[in-house]
């Protein structure tokens, strides 16, 4: 019943995270595992928002090189591998590797009941919480990745222990040989219970602090930190904001109350809206953002792009807010309420302007001026046609 539902969806962008993963995991559905990998943007970095799958990894790979270059290199091919080895439906596997049907299986036993549930059918908070859940899945395998890879260049390999009829995954160094390896584990252990990941962290603390083991697990966040430091986003006022998640909280903000937002930004439905408002602001940041662009990738007029989140009002307010006295006087600069704000641009200044600590980041960014600017253009002009 659920696949026969499914079947009936061929637009992928139109399928949650859920969706495609039950395609991936009962399928083998290569072009739903390309929708997630290429297409979902939803991986956040310290310094970085809106990322895909690729850009996530690599994100990671060069941040765990600042410490160590051929553990992240390996890491990285490590981790690749578990999510893009997908065998056919027969069960063949072409690349003899992991199968990424494993890693989507247990995303899905995340959401039960949910596989059939379409994107404009799909509460906010749950898009929101499907999104989460999958870059903890992602990062949670970028840390085995690394632990694994660590221990083979220190010179350890995996041992499967049969025991009371479970297998239970160890690392042991080389210099132990294979015939004495569960004995030795019977002897040491002779209290392990079962193949829970306490019980094997447990089990494998034992093993190391036997062994010796010298290798040191580095912290993810330690390295993203660094290279957030060696490598700091484009120096734009939206920066301060990005990491308050500003962004999030005006994109969630516009998708859950549509029915505010023009028409042409409506049919959009929430989950799009959420999406344009994101990209938006990403773009803002780096300094890209080209609204003709952008509208033509969601589908929208140029009209209701500008009428929304234009840019031609911001040369103006930025003159009118270094109080550029010679373009004033030529008449080149309008009075603040004749400046036609975008919607947008009016919702993030009146954001700004309820919260202490954004008022205070935006202070310090040297944006307060233009943000007063566009309130006060917001009152004069709510007092005009009240």
Known sequence: MIMKQLRKITDYSQLTLVNLSFRIYHQSDEAALREILENRYCFHTHNRNNLNFWEFVIQLRHALSLYNEPLSEKTFDHLIDKFINLPELSGHNRNHGPDCRNQFRSFLHKFPGLETAELNDTKLEQFIEQEREFQKLVYRHFIWSQRECQREIEGWNRYNWERNGMTIVVYLPLSLPGQ???????????????GTPVEKERIQRIIDQYFRFTGRFLRIDDCLDELSENHPAPDSPFDQFTRKRLRDFIANEKASDISRLRPCIQKLGRL?????????????????????LLAGKFGLQPSCMSHFAGREWTKKLIEQNRGDSTARKKGLIPEEAEIKIPDLYKNIAQYLAMEPEWIDAAKKSGVWDSITLITAAINKDNHNHG
Do not use: G, H, Y
């Open 272 to 292: 799009k809206v959420r999406k344009l408002v994101l990209t938006i602001m990403e773009e803002i940041a780096e300094d890209c953002f080209q609204p003709s």
């Open 180 to 194: 004495e390896r569960k004995k030795w584990l019977e002897t040491f252990i002779p209290d392990a219970q079962n």
